[in-house]
């Protein structure tokens, strides 16, 4: 029996039919963490749990008890998303003993449908960054190349995925760190729209901008698991009330007539010919599969990377004030007093990119740059969620590419962070403009590095986004490549 790259359908079926045990796949995936751990996917592994839990789940299907959505799926969560009774970093050395007291809401969902938590995967500290690199924990290789990055922020995840570690993992989404790293990695990530999966028990970097997304294998399993974490929640107030759609269903319909738009400031310079050749051949095929695609204009999306680097750093200079060496994590040994407490606490604990958006944000805010920084950039936030709005209004989806380049290597762009901001420059809009966004593999440049393409959608569109990458997956074999 080869366990190699199951997806949801196949693990269910396998345990259903006994083809397997859930001890045996379990067994199978720690051994896959294990045998590959050069990678540094995961900052804690929990076979303990899992396996004693897999064992819970052979019983129940001997005893024909009721089953969950994804009763023994082993699945992993970025070390940014709390996790009772582990370990949460969120990958610095000031939360590096922390044990979460409790569940986020879509661990505690997960948990529900039956899943199994294999452990916490790597990621840059505090989800800032797009290369996995400002982690206290260390580096994350991507599975095609080893000198190179797996992208960020949710790097472990999405290397886990793609070196079959786990069935899928859940990142989060601040700018792109689902999509992006899922590009870089050849595999699905996936970003909710703002206020579709409830932000209970992550880890706050910009509240206003984040959210929980899949990281999986297929657009299939990225349907399902998105059914089971969305929906409206009491410990979050701006998660929606909205119903949450039956996404599976959306997935049966085909795309004749989906009206599909091309923003011509997605195909700017600095964009690689292989990444964009591959995009326009992804585009030719979902016009062969009956969509109309038609050119659009976005004007304001040049400013969109920009609004991205006020709102961010200024909600983050708020949320990682509370990380302050009393209330959470690690303290600073050497101070002798309050002050001290607080300075060498925060000087010892935080990374140098933490530090740079803490110092960015408070600036950002400050008397008298206030009005000239972040009011302006929440101005320009505005125009650029009505510009999309108004384009939504023209077609129902839009395609772009996920990344300008692929897997860029090791150590490339830490000393210049403005060219590392740039590797978000296609994804930041979907956050500061409140939309859905997935990237799904669309192909390979000449080192065998995968392309990412990316789909965007009106908010609450999800439906509509996953009909069209499930029909484009469904008519093309890049996500049938694995790295190993
Ligand atoms: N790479 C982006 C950043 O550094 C996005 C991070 C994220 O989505 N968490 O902020």
């Not at 095609?144 to 472990?156: A, E, H, I, N, Q």
């Not at 964009?271 to 050119?295: F, H, R, Y």
């Not at 939504?392 to 590392?420: I, N, Y």
Request: proline content about 4%.
């Amino acid at each position: 029996m080869s366990f190699k790259y199951l997806t949801i359908s196949q693990v269910k079926a396998g345990l259903k039919s006994k083809e397997f045990s859930c001890v045996e796949l379990v067994n199978y995936y720690l051994e896959q963490i294990n045998r590959q751990r050069d990678l540094n996917t995961f900052i804690t592994v929990m076979s303990d749990s899992a396996l004693a839990q897999a064992k819970e789940v052979d019983q129940k299907i001997s005893d024909r008890g009721p089953l969950g959505e994804l009763e023994g799926v082993p699945i992993a969560i970025k070390d940014l998303i709390l996790t009772k009774g582990v370990k949460t970093t969120a990958s610095s050395k000031i939360l590096a003993d922390y044990i979460a007291p409790y569940d986020a809401t879509v661990v505690s969902r997960l948990k529900e449908a039956g899943t199994i938590i294999l452990g916490k995967n790597n990621c840059d500290e505090f989800a800032m960054g797009s290369s996995n690199e400002t982690s206290a924990f260390g580096l994350v290789l991507n599975p095609w190349d080893k000198t190179r990055v797996p992208g960020g922020s949710s790097g472990g995840s999405a290397a886990a995925v793609a070196a079959d570690q786990c069935v899928l993992a859940i990142g989060t989404d601040t700018g792109g760190s689902t999509r992006q790293p899922a590009s870089l990695c050849g595999v699905v990530g996936l970003k909710p729209t703002y206020g579709r999966v409830s932000r209970y028990g992550l880890i706050a970097m910009t509240s206003s901008l984040d959210q929980a997304g899949p990281i999986t294998r297929s657009v299939e399993d990225s349907a399902l698991v998105l059914k089971i974490m969305a929906g409206q929640d009491n410990y979050d107030a701006t998660a929606s009330v909205k119903p949450v759609e039956n996404y599976l269903a959306a997935l049966s319909q085909n795309i004749k007539g989906l009206k599909v738009g091309l923003p011509k400031e997605y195909f700017t310079e600095g964009i690689s010919p292989e990444v964009s050749e591959a995009v326009k051949q992804a585009i030719k095929k979902i016009e062969a599969l009956g969509a109309e695609v038609v050119e659009v204009s976005l004007p304001h999306t040049a400013y969109a990377l920009a609004v991205y680097y006020i709102i961010l750093p200024a909600e983050v200079s708020s949320n990682l004030a509370r990380f302050d060496g009393i209330r959470y994590g690690f303290r600073s040994s050497v101070a002798q007093n309050l002050s001290e407490i607080y300075q060498k606490t925060k000087a010892e604990g935080f990374g140098a990119e933490v530090k740079r958006r803490m110092m960015i944000g408070t600036y950002v805010l400050s008397a008298g740059y206030q009005e000239a920084y972040y009011v302006k950039a929440k101005k320009v936030q505005n125009l650029i969620r009505q510009e999309y709005a108004e384009v939504f209004k023209k077609v129902d989806l839009l395609v772009t590419p996920t990344c300008p380049t692929t897997a860029f290597k090791l150590g490339e762009k830490t000393s210049d962070p403005l060219t590392m901001y740039l590797n978000d420059v296609f994804t930041v809009s979907a956050n500061i403009a409140g939309l859905c966004g997935i990237s799904i593999p669309a192909g390979f440049d000449r080192n065998n590095l995968p392309i990412g393409l990316q789909i965007l959608g009106a908010p609450f569109a999800e439906s509509q986004m996953l009909r069209l990458a499930y029909n484009y997956q469904e008519a093309t074999e890049w996500h049938k490549q694995h790295p190993l």
